[in-house]
């Protein structure tokens, strides 16, 4: 919302601009219609998992390719409707996976440089295993090698590819954010919690005024006091991720997540069995990369696993080949009916669809060029300005359709549906937050309607707010609305609170 309104992104939405960037300019246009936004980014999403299981069924057969789709939807469920950076990361992460996985099959080193400068940029919108990136250009370098020397070739593009994406990040980062950003910036509370013995908000407890600068020097006085710390947080990742069921935990069923593990590990022993192969040695090159950066992105920051949005394609994979391996060995021994022999057999046409590099290249691109299209076409707004009574604060912000929701009576709809949600619905799912902020949103009262917006008074130093009014009070139509009410500050802490704004009175002041 700062960049639709010629400021630059601040904040948390520095750390992470080619996500933010890309929904600003969906943002655009839709006219800030933030629920036909959503949906947009959500088919683009969706497209980008099919794609990437269509890619492992012509390699694999029907059922594997379904069994893929499912696990990434399992992942997806978590974040679709909610505009966090993990959707855009998964979706880079698929399609990127896609081309370097059909390049990989059909030996062509420039659709695998492709897949790699896509996976890259992927894991600059979403920070995770970072160090698979340099694993997939050493695989490259042997599995492509000639006869008589290594593959020069993949050495130098794969680098080009990786560096790709951090370039892209930065350039997007100095176009939109604010003088001084930092991309990453995030990663040095995480490598803190990684030296202290706990995670990426130990910071905010043990020195909550710091800043960025301090918590550097204070991650390193920390691991200069102590450095075995680091080892045991090597260990401590390492030991969390594999033996204590987090792999596959989005799908938020044990038994099932055991079942995933199992299957990986068939994957790992027949991509072993198999280390001459492309396949195979590309499969243990990936589990290398996992395993070093695993300690970056340890598994604690999150337990539902989000911070591997970019690479749970990856993660999909592990478990589908071990299905595809054992599928394989069933058919082998039994005589399977013509009509269900394409289930298990792979369907590769004879010429592949160029439709995947396409849309791989049409995605980089947006990624690239809409957050900077948004920030050069966008400006200040213009406003007539209103004084409120006294006692009262004023804030203006600006009102769209689709981007605010309404607190209605359980009789007046026979389901929640957004932008209209039942109150009773509402409640409950208040009542399971224990933040301040969110205890106080309980008590809210049906024919209220919440919006979450930006005082375009204070844009340069405004985090957001939640305004809080009657419904009958809105004005028709999207402008700008001057509101009269009282603001009840929260407390503060990582930018992850906002204040709350009553409204008692509303103006139309812009179109």
């Known amino acids: 919302m700062r960049l639709l309104n010629g400021e630059t ?11 933010h960037g890309v929904l600003s300019f969906v943002l655009g246009l839709t006219q800030a219609n933030l629920q036909l936004t959503v949906a947009i980014l959500t088919l683009i999403t969706a497209t980008a998992c099919f794609l990437f299981a269509r890619e492992v069924q012509r390699s694999h057969g029907t059922v594997v390719g379904v069994f893929v789709l499912s696990i990434l939807f399992l992942f997806a469920r978590n974040y679709i409707g909610i505009v966090f950076t993990e959707n855009w990361g998964l979706t880079l992460g698929c399609v990127g996976l896609a081309i370097l996985w059909r390049g990989l099959l059909t030996q062509r080193i420039n659709l695998c440089l492709l897949g790699i400068g896509i996976l890259s940029t992927a894991l600059n919108t979403r920070a995770g295993l970072i160090l698979l990136l340099p694993a997939m250009v050493i695989w490259g370098t042997w599995a492509f090698r000639s006869r ?3 593959s020069w070739r993949f050495l130098i593009g794969g680098l080009i590819a990786v560096l790709l994406g951090f370039l892209i990040n930065s350039l997007v980062l100095k176009v939109v954010a604010a003088p001084g ?6 990663f040095i509370y995480t490598l803190y919690g990684l030296v202290v013995g706990g995670n990426w908000m130990s910071i905010a407890v043990d020195h909550p005024d710091a800043t960025t600068e301090e918590v550097y020097k204070l991650t390193f006085e920390a691991f200069r006091a102590n450095p075995w710390m680091l080892v045991s947080g090597f260990i401590r990742a390492w030991k969390q991720f594999l033996f204590e069921n987090y792999i596959f935990s989005s799908v938020r069923s044990l038994a099932i997540n055991i079942v995933l593990q199992l299957l990986s590990l068939t994957a790992l022993i027949y991509a072993f069995r198999q280390r001459q192969t492309p396949l195979g040695s590309f499969i243990i090159a990936a589990t290398i990369g996992i395993l070093l950066s695993l300690p970056f992105a340890p598994p604690w920051d999150d337990p539902s696993g989000r911070i591997y949005a970019a690479t749970m394609p990856l993660f999909s994979l592990f478990p589908a080949l071990g299905l595809a391996f054992l599928l394989q060995q069933v ?16 369907v590769t046409p004879k010429e592949p669809s160029q439709l995947l590099g396409i849309f791989g290249l049409g995605l980089v691109l947006l990624t690239l060029f809409g957050p900077i299209a948004i920030k050069l076409s966008s400006h200040p707004p213009q406003f007539a300005e209103i004084t409120c009574p006294s006692g009262s604060e004023v804030i203006y912000f600006r ?12 009789n007046a709809v026979k389901r929640t549906y957004v932008p209209r949600i039942r109150i009773s619905d509402f409640k409950a799912d208040m009542s399971q937050i224990k933040l301040p902020s969110y205890q106080e949103l309980n008590h809210l009262d049906q024919n209220t309607n919440l919006i979450f917006a930006l005082n375009l008074k204070n844009l340069p130093d405004d985090q957001g707010v939640w305004i809080i009014a009657p419904s009958s009070l809105i004005p028709k139509g999207n402008g700008i609305i001057a509101a009269c009410g009282k603001l009840k500050p929260q407390g503060v802490k990582m930018g992850l609170w906002m204040p709350l704004f009553y409204a008692d009175s509303m103006t139309l002041v812009s179109r």
């Open 181 to 186: 950003a930092m991309p990453f910036g995030n």
């Open 148 to 150: 008589y020397s290594l």
């Open 399 to 410: 009102n769209s359709r689709g981007s605010s929701i309404m607190l209605v009576a359980d």
């Open 331 to 346: 058919s082998s021994k039994l005589k399977l009916q013509k009509q269900f022999r394409f289930l298990v057999q792979a």
């Open 9 to 19: 992104f601040g904040g948390i939405a520095s750390w992470r601009p080619l996500s």
